[in-house]
């Protein structure tokens, strides 16, 4: 904790895909709130660099390190920094802002437009509230991808990452695992239509 911060306030080292060092903001009853947390750096280092423009979505973003990872490599894109935790939103504006990453839209679920065309999604979900809330929000939302679309997700393979990927296949959004590390899987989803996109992975 930096000296002279209020209790229950951290500002934690993230390294950005290019290779910048730069701190978040984060707060006392948010995820990983002492430092990034691990299977974040594995789906950023992993996962393909985002499209240079269009929506992309951060799916449950905390306290930001996902968004402004994405923002920072393409800063003609929207990126939708998306949760349900009011104080998760309130830290991602504020390190989105200090950090000058000025593309970034903050919105709880509900306030996402409804037409919203998503070209990729990158997260790393909530396990915790269980797989069948964890099963309804994919669904919702991989079911906004534009047709050449793509998500990139990372769970931890001791928390189901195995499973899932037949479960998304199965419910019409064909997964594989792209990538692991540190007990941590990288699930790619790809559209049926969609062309395989090679893009270099975002790097550590
Ligand atoms: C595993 S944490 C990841 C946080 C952040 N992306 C990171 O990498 O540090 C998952 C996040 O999903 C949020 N969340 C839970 N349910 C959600 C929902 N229905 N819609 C959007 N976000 C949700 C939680 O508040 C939490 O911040």
Known sequence: MTIGTPPGFFRVPFRLPGGEEVELDTDRGLFSVAHVDPG???LLAKAPSPPAEGNLVDLGCGYGPISIALAKQSPKATVWAVDVNPRARELTEAN??????????VVAPDDAPDDLVVAAL??????????SHL???????LGRLAPD????????????????????????FPANKLGSRR???????????SPAQARGAMGE
């Open 149 to 172: 679309g793509g998500a990139w997700l990372v769970v931890k393979r001791s928390l189901g990452s195995d499973s899932l990927i037949p479960w998304l296949t199965n419910s019409g």
């Open 183 to 193: 007990g941590y899987r990288v699930i790619e989803v790809r559209l049926p239509d």
């Open 96 to 105: 989105a802002r200090r950090l000058g990453a000025h593309n970034i839209r």
């Open 122 to 131: 990158y997260s790393n979900p909530p396990l915790h509230t269980g797989k």
């Open 135 to 141: 099963h309804e929000l994919l669904v919702h939302w």
């Open 40 to 42: 974040t750096k594995v």
